[in-house]
């Protein structure tokens, strides 16, 4: 690999752990939600420092081409992500359903009252005793 391919491979990996740090700050984006990006910024970042530790990991895991080994980690990682996000969406739903339930029975029990009232009779104010 050439010289540029380090420098981006290591800028890049700074700049995802930078933007994934920034968030957490802001609180834009939550810490569960960061791990995994932050695994996958460290690993890049290590990578791109030491790129001889790919070379080993992969030959030490059996893979010829070390670059198969990024794209691996890269789409297992982003599964991850996927998986974490879909039961997170799922739990979402549920509460997202649960609230719509309960908002329909309060606002049943809000009709049945408000025609509970109209329905009673209505006491007409009486006249205190200055009126007697």
């Given amino acids: 690999m050439t010289l540029g391919s380090y420098i981006l491979g290591i800028v890049g990996a700074v700049i995802t752990l930078g933007v994934v740090i920034e968030m957490l700050r802001r609180r834009r984006l ?3 939600h960061a791990v ?5 910024g460290i690993l890049a970042l290590l ?7 790919l070379t080993w990991a992969a030959g030490a895991i059996g893979i010829e081409i070390p670059t198969n080994l990024v794209f691996f980690v890269s789409l297992f990682i982003l599964f991850l992500v996927s998986i974490q996000h879909s039961s997170e969406l799922t739990t979402l739903e549920q509460r997202t359903r649960t609230l719509a339930e309960e908002s329909a029975l309060q606002d049943l029990r809000i009709t ?3 025609a509970a009232l109209r329905a ?3 006491n007409e104010p009486h006249s205190g005793p200055a009126d007697a």
Avoid: D, N, Q
Avoid at 36 to 40: I, K, L, N, P, Q
Avoid at 47 to 53: A, E, K, N, Q, T
């Fill in 47 to 53: 990578v791109g420092v030491f790129p001889g530790v």
């Fill in 120 to 122: 009673a009779p209505r």
């Fill in 36 to 40: 995994w990006w932050m695994v996958a």
């Fill in 30 to 32: 939550r810490e569960r």
């Fill in 112 to 114: 049945e009252l408000e």
